[in-house]
């Protein structure tokens, strides 16, 4: 089969703030998607499961002092999903020959939630590209008597609730749960995020594998996490090798959406020190 | 043949949860500790009767299904349930519709299982196979995005596993078996029917027709099921054959009591309970992410919101009749209704027609039973009212003296080694040293008599 067989081609709605035009790299037949501004030091960010296809506050602020590129893995965003697409090592693979294609040997990478586990993943088997690694809010590991919620039970409404401290995020971005387009998306988004980590949430490998880790690493945790238990971003910070872990005052689950001028802050000057 | 087939299909629900208000959904998060194993123990001894009844009063078929983590359907496992009835019924057919075979890990166990249930039946059984309804895997680690694939190979690997002769070996991209060797194998052949539910997307009408199954209409609008079957019988032309009308069946419960009013005056409350507290689900958990592709997602959310269609748990009574999801009333307006329903859709069989519904109390179910096995059934069949399987000889002999007398006589003996000898023993004269002794004398491992 070729890959470029059986991509599951739906339109994409565009959200009412936020929203830029991506550029688009091919990478196995896959056009992926990915935003990228600015000048300096290389620095990748992998986003989470929802809230794509925006050119939010915080890369506006990123992109002022690096340069960020944003990319969308399939299904996500812009970016078709495959057919073949089921799990973290398709995704690592298609990041690494995503750089390849555009260019980029080392580079900073920041991935938040999924995209945390996704940023593991990929320093795990690449350690070698990365000169620093920025975890915010991750998933990934295992926390023993303490799964979590369910995302995939949760309705529209009731994930928005648990996702943001500061619910007046929601306004300034537009969110609405009954949006019909954006509901329809964010299905197709989730249905993308359940084949990465439907069954078994997290990856046991990882605490040894990320051992291999020389960089300087970072953990942003939120100061009240309803969605993911504040405890992984503990047991994040101490699985890493050479980690600090930070958390940010007024956030839940999304200090992305939530404190853009803080995270960014925190992002910025570790990514300088990191540089050096 | 018979105008029409009625099959007795049972959920065996477990009514006894907390007012339907007071929870989100009767499946995945309503907790177990609702569920009290000393009223179970009542209420499926019940059910199982019910089900052995129904070869009594004449029908057609009984028919059990696989669900899990709900109050609707309590059967995760069927095949146990129609081990029961294998075992207390003589010559009805048997319907597991269905097993849910992505579910499982192996989907050779559903091949040895109803394989099983087939030899010991004489060749009853029915297998259905599902995907399993969205809420299901939650269940279990398989994801939801996976469904159609697991479904469609572990379909290949089951009827393979029962047509072709074993051992071979599956590479399968969701499973894999070095060595593939089921036994025993079913009696029937090919294999057992294939029934196949479905809600009429196209994906299933197309699978239904390339393989010559039979399609069974879950609770849907006349309008629906219409729809689905005109759409079967078209994708059956196209691939060169008229669908027969034994390949259309709608599942449409039916009450009938002594007027229209009785009638609706015992069964309302009962059936509104399968729909309204028994498939009260959350969209999200009905479907999971990727249980189908975003197109259908949209679709159907779609139609929904432009009120085309209704979420069951929404559904009232009187739509419900309206739209002829049920069929109630007296034996006059019950047989006219089901004619015409059967003649507008082009159905073969009813399903869950003169059945138990939700809490139902089992005299009512029984009342059901009796009038609809009197009054609306003879109205569908030839004058000496027999159901078709009665019609037929039995596919395998059920005593000794038949197989003996159509198998030869005596039949062939059981013939093996005996560690250390080279000599054949005859097993059917084993324990007999004057016949066997002429054999076996002078050898050393063994002492005989």
Redesign the interface.
């Known amino acids: 089969m070729s890959y470029v067989d059986a991509i599951d081609k739906v339109a994409v709605p565009k959200p009412a703030r936020f929203y830029t035009s991506p550029q688009f790299a091919h990478v196995f037949g896959v056009p992926m998607a990915y935003r990228r501004q600015g000048n300096g030091e290389a620095v990748v960010l992998f986003h989470g499961a929802g809230f794509t296809r925006r050119w939010i506050p915080l890369y506006e602020m990123l992109a002022k002092s690096v340069d960020f590129i944003a990319p969308e893995a399939p299904g996500f965003g812009e970016t078709p999903l495959p057919k073949w697409f089921k799990n973290f090592d398709d995704l690592t693979i298609l990041y690494d020959q995503f750089f390849e294609t555009l260019g980029v040997d080392k580079i900073h990478l920041i991935g938040f939630s999924m995209g945390g586990w996704a940023a593991s993943e990929f320093a795990a088997f690449y350690p070698r590209r990365l000169k620093s690694l920025s975890l915010i809010t991750p998933v990934g590991l295992r926390l023993e008597d303490n799964p979590g919620v369910d995302i995939f039970q949760l309705s529209p409404v009731e994930l928005l609730d648990r996702l943001f401290k500061d619910k007046r995020v929601m306004q300034e971005f537009l969110i609405d749960p009954e949006d019909f387009e954006e509901g329809i998306h964010l299905y197709s988004e989730f249905s993308a995020a359940a084949r990465l980590m439907w069954a078994p949430r997290y990856n046991l490998a990882l605490e040894r594998r990320l051992q291999r880790l020389t960089c300087p690493t970072l953990v942003v945790g939120a100061e009240d996490d309803q969605l993911v238990p504040n405890a992984m971003s503990d047991r994040f910070a101490a699985v890493l090798p050479n980690s600090r872990l930070v958390r940010i005052p007024g956030t839940g689950h999304e200090p992305c959406l939530e404190r853009p001028r803080a995270l960014a802050d925190v992002l910025l000057s570790f990514i300088a020190e990191a540089a050096r | 043949m018979n105008q029409l087939r009625f099959y007795f299909f049972h959920l065996m629900p477990y009514p006894y949860i907390p007012p339907t208000a007071e929870f989100a959904s009767t499946w995945?998060?309503l907790s177990n500790k609702y569920y009290e194993p000393q009223r179970g123990r009542i209420l499926y001894n019940e059910y199982i009767e019910q089900l052995v009844a129904a070869e009594k009063y004449g029908f057609d078929g009984v028919g059990v299904n696989e669900h899990h983590a709900n109050f609707y359907g309590t059967m995760p496992s069927p095949n146990i349930i129609a081990a029961m009835l294998v075992q207390r019924t003589t010559h009805i057919p048997i319907g597991v519709i269905g097993n849910a075979i992505p579910l499982h890990g192996n989907p050779l166990r559903v091949a040895e299982e109803i394989a099983m249930l087939d030899v010991i039946s004489g060749g009853r059984m029915i297998s259905g196979f599902v995907r399993g309804i969205g809420c299901e895997?939650?269940n279990?680690?398989?994801?939801?995005?996976d469904s159609v694939e697991r479904f469609d190979e572990a379909h290949d690997l089951i009827i393979k596993a029962w047509t072709v002769d074993g051992p071979f070996t599956w590479q399968g991209e969701h499973f894999y078996i070095p060595n593939v060797n089921p036994i025993p194998r079913p009696i029937q052949t090919p294999h057992p029917p294939v029934w196949i539910p479905g809600q009429g997307s196209l994906e299933t009408l197309q699978f239904i027709a390339k393989h010559h199954y039979t399609y069974m209409m879950v609770f849907a609008p006349q309008w629906f099921t219409k729809m689905a079957f005109d759409g079967l019988r078209e994708e059956c032309l196209r691939l060169g054959y008229e669908a027969p009308k034994t390949m259309f069946n709608a599942v449409v419960p039916t009450y009938v009591a002594e007027t229209d009013a009785q009638a609706h005056r015992e069964a309302k409350a009962h059936l509104s309970w399968v729909f309204n507290t028994g498939l009260k689900i959350?969209?999200?958990?009905f479907?999971?992410?990727?249980y189908m592709?975003?197109?259908s997602?949209?679709n159907f959310?779609?139609a929904l919101?432009k009120g085309r269609v209704k979420a069951q748990a929404q559904l009232t009574y009187d739509e419900m009749l309206k739209d002829r999801y049920l069929i109630v009333g007296s034996p006059e307006t019950v047989k006219n209704q089901l004619g015409e329903y059967c003649e507008d859709v082009g159905a073969g069989g009813i399903l869950a027609a003169g059945a138990s519904y939700g809490p139902m109390p089992h005299w009512m179910v029984t009342k059901n039973m009796q009038i609809f096995s009197e009054e609306i059934m003879p109205a569908f069949r030839d004058a000496d009212g027999k159901p078709d399987h009665l019609r037929h000889e039995p596919l395998a002999p059920r005593t000794r003296a038949e197989f003996a007398a159509q198998h030869g006589r005596p039949p062939e003996p059981a013939r093996s080694l005996v560690t250390g000898s080279t000599q054949l023993i005859d097993h059917r004269v084993a324990h007999v040293p004057e016949i066997i002794d002429a054999s076996l004398r002078g050898h050393p491992g063994i002492k005989l008599g």
């Open positions: 995945v998060s895997y939650f279990n680690g398989v994801a939801p995005g959350p969209d999200q958990l479907f999971p992410p990727g592709s975003t197109k997602f949209r959310i779609g919101k």
